[in-house]
Structure formats: structure tokens, C-alpha cells
């Protein structure tokens, strides 16, 4: 079946620009996630959704970052006034559930590179 | 997250051997250890996971062992072959208080011919 899928693959913008990213998380999965890596390292964890709500923020660097899940299922990322340290790949996840067994699983997409010029 | 740098551990290993990457967590609490794979360009691809409440589990040439006195958990590949060259991280949650995951610093494994 498919998996997650998030587009652009590619994003190069000015600094200072607003820039979207979307995610389409595997079908029927209520969790998705936004983590962000830069060069070198793990993934580090943005916010993640319950359905359409974010049930923990606690990731997002500042308030230039916000994402949405309005109907449960597509997510977007959106990140104001961009700069240059926001340049990274933005990984999407999802996950079957939530409850604290192995439907848990976080299934990540192939990323989204950001570069601001 | 833990910051790595640019410089990643590199294993170096013969086609055919096994391999053992190892890893540290920091949270006593995670109650998951999960193991990805990270091939250039692509997402982690999950691997295998662990329970707390086990110290190995096994899958198809992989077994990973968890040793919570240390905090330290291993993934061991039977038989590498090339197609196993890629970074492996190691992530940690508590699903009961939340599903986010924390991510250790990666191992390069290079599988040579």
C-alpha cells in the first residue's frame, strides 16, 4: 500500500518568505508527526496530531511555525518569515494510533528539503 | 535532540559479517526503543522495536538487545550485505504520555564487498 507522502520533495525559498509543506500520512492512521533534521543528526520532534487536533506542540521552535490537520488526515507545515537556520529536512510521520501498544509505529515519509537562500 | 555534528560514527564492516550498533538513551521512563534506518535522500524506515519490559527481540537478521540497567540498547545484523549501508538511529518514547519520539545519534554502516 502506499505510504506516507509529503510534497514538495524540494523547497527553496528567500529568507523572509512564507512557505507551506504537506503531508499525506498512510490511510486510516489518526497519528501524524512533523520532525525536523538537520544535516548530521536525528530527527527532532515539531508537534504531532490526534485526529485533528495537535495534542503536543511542545517542538515547535517559535511561533513562526504552525501546522494544521483540519480534516484528520493531510497536514500542512507552515512557517512565516523564514530564515536561514530554518533550512533542514521537515519529515513527516504517522502511526495507526496512540494508546501505548504497537499499533504506535511511526511510518516517516521520504522528507521535504527546505533551503533559505 | 541529541547534536552529533556533521562527523557520524562509521562502522566499517566486510560483506557477510554480522554488525552491532550500539546506543545510549537518557530517558529511564521510555517504555519503546525503536530502531530506523536512513538511506541517503529517503525518511527512516523502521526496523525493529523493543519493549521495555524485554532485553531481546528478534526479527529477520536483525535482533536487538536492551540492557536498562546501563540504558544502552544494540541492533546486531546477521550477515550484512550491502543494501544494509545507511545511517541507524536509535528513538525512545513513553506512548503512554505521548507517541513523539527521541532520536540518538546516528552510526554510518558501510558494508564493503
Known amino acids: 500500500g502506499a505510504g506516507v507522502s509529503q510534497t514538495p520533495s524540494n523547497k527553496v525559498t528567500e529568507k523572509g518568505k512564507y512557505v507551506e509543506l504537506r503531508c499525506d500520512p498512510i490511510?486510516?492512521?489518526?497519528?501524524l508527526y512533523w520532525y525536523r533534521q538537520s544535516l548530521g543528526q536525528g530527527p527532532e520532534f515539531l508537534i504531532y496530531f490526534q485526529g485533528t487536533g495537535a495534542a503536543d506542540d511542545s517542538g515547535l521552535p517559535n511561533d513562526r511555525f504552525f501546522a494544521v490537520r483540519p480534516e484528520g488526515s493531510v497536514s500542512t507545515l507552515k512557517i512565516q518569515r523564514t530564515e536561514r537556520g530554518d533550512s533542514a529536512v521537515y519529515l513527516c510521520?504517522?502511526?495507526?494510533?496512540?494508546?501505548?501498544?504497537?499499533?504506535?509505529?511511526?511510518?516517516f515519509g521520504p522528507g521535504t528539503r527546505l533551503t533559505v537562500l | 535532540g541529541e547534536s552529533v555534528g556533521l562527523h557520524l560514527p562509521t562502522l566499517s564492516v566486510q560483506e557477510g559479517d554480522n554488525s552491532i550498533i550500539n546506543c545510549a538513551y537518557s530517558?529511564?521512563?521510555?517504555?519503546?526503543f525503536i530502531w530506523y534506518k536512513q538511506e541517503s535522500g529517503k525518511g527512516p524506515q523502521f526496523i525493529i522495536d523493543?519493549?521495555?519490559?524485554?532485553d531481546k527481540r528478534q526479527g529477520q537478521r536483525v535482533t536487538v538487545l536492551l540492557n536498562k540497567t546501563v540504558k544502552h540498547l544494540s541492533l546486531q545484523i546477521a550477515a550484512t550485505q550491502p543494501g544494509d549501508s545507511a545511517v541507524y538511529f536509535c528513538a525512545e518514547n513513553r506512548r503512554a504520555a505521548g507517541n513523539k519520539l527521541t532520536f540518538g545519534g546516528g552510526t554510518r554502516v558501510l558494508v564493503k564487498p
Open positions: 490511510s486510516g492512521h489518526t497519528a
Open positions: 510521520a504517522s502511526s495507526l494510533g496512540w494508546g501505548g501498544s504497537s499499533t504506535d509505529t511511526q511510518y
Open positions: 530517558n529511564s521512563a521510555s517504555d519503546y
Open positions: 523493543i519493549r521495555s519490559n524485554m
